[in-house]
């Protein structure tokens, strides 16, 4: 594929004229004396339509530079002259540095990608050693948002009886953080010895992760009040014990679809109400796009996997140290440092294998 070809197809796929028809219809709407009305509406509208300028304003410097380039180009061949050619040298070195910048992005051009992501982890088998790989878990993603600049905060946590956590919801926020977590969603699996094991044996730990984008505000999941039951109770601390004199902690069940939601990070009623509205709304969204994904399959005649119970990555620290993920074969033999959450290379081969899926 040539040089045009290339950068014809990245144009095709970012669609600039789309978004710049997109950007004036935002701008409208903008421009409406009502549009403040709701301020949880117009400020996603504002930060969009932001997003979509800055992309615009990327891809058509992007133009200008390659024209100007090719201008050079022509007048080299016209009239021969070192200085000059050096100069067109760099300055397609600095294009072609760009253009692989912005190819990245095709990694992460799905409808939700740049939203904000809702990761909850939950311990599985295995136990008090499977609820302290959950914690670590947490760690691992807590600090992988840290290093990226993203905020990343607990929204709830469930103590584990001895150790660890049976559960955690944290929110992470932050341009692409559901792009980027959406390679996570599955089972992870730990071998070690235990800490927990008083003759030091080898156990084998799971956790589940599950990521969500977030829902916009009321705009694309309308829960109907009379639909969703609301329970309130003290707060737990570790080996199940109140931590709290009052019932703060929300219990809140859809009743169309059986999803539950709790939440009891927050000493006051209300803030655990609304996060647990947040991330039933973000649940029940990701149920929607998965019945309608699961629909397409089929009426393409495709197989639908069964992709809940899918083990995705392995952690090993005993007998040898490696991770390696099952869907790509990315491996690496420095735990500490995934760990510790960089994870970054996990991810990018997750995308990259999906960019031809997608």
Known sequence: ????????????????????????ALERQA???????????????????????????????????ASDLRGLAELAREEPDES???QISAEADELASTLAR?????????PYDERNAILSIRAGAGG??????????????????????FSAELLDSMPGEEAGIKSATLDVRG?????YLRAEKGVHRLVRLSPFDADHARHTSFAMVEVLPEAEHDVEMEIDPDDVKAEFFRASGPGGQNVQKVSTAVRLTHAPSGT???????????????????????RLMERELARR??????????????????QIRSYVLHPYHMVKDLRTGHETSDTEAVLDGDIDAFLEAYLAASVGER
């Open 84 to 86: 000059l050619a050096e």
């Open 128 to 149: 008090t050693d499977s609820q302290d790989w959950a914690e670590m878990l947490l760690r691992m993603y807590t600090r992988w948002a840290e290093r990226r600049g």
């Open 102 to 110: 912005l190819e990245f992005q095709l990694m992460l051009s799905g």
């Open 260 to 282: 539950v939601v709790t939440c009891q990070s927050e000493r006051s009623q209300h803030q655990n109400r609304e996060i647990a509205m947040r991330i039933l709304r973000a």
């Open 293 to 310: 994904a699961e629909e397409e399959a089929r009426l393409r005649g495709e197989h639908v996997p069964a992709e809940w119970g899918n």
């Open 1 to 24: 594929m040539t040089r045009r070809s290339v950068s014809t197809a990245y144009w095709s796929v970012f669609d600039v004229a789309a978004k710049e028809s997109e950007i004036e």
């Open 175 to 179: 341009r692409y953080a559901y792009g």
């Open 31 to 65: 421009a409406q004396p009502s549009f403040w009305e709701q301020p949880e509406h117009a400020q996603e509208t504002m930060q969009r339509l932001a997003r979509l300028k800055e992309t615009v304003d990327t891809w058509r410097s992007l133009e200008r530079k």
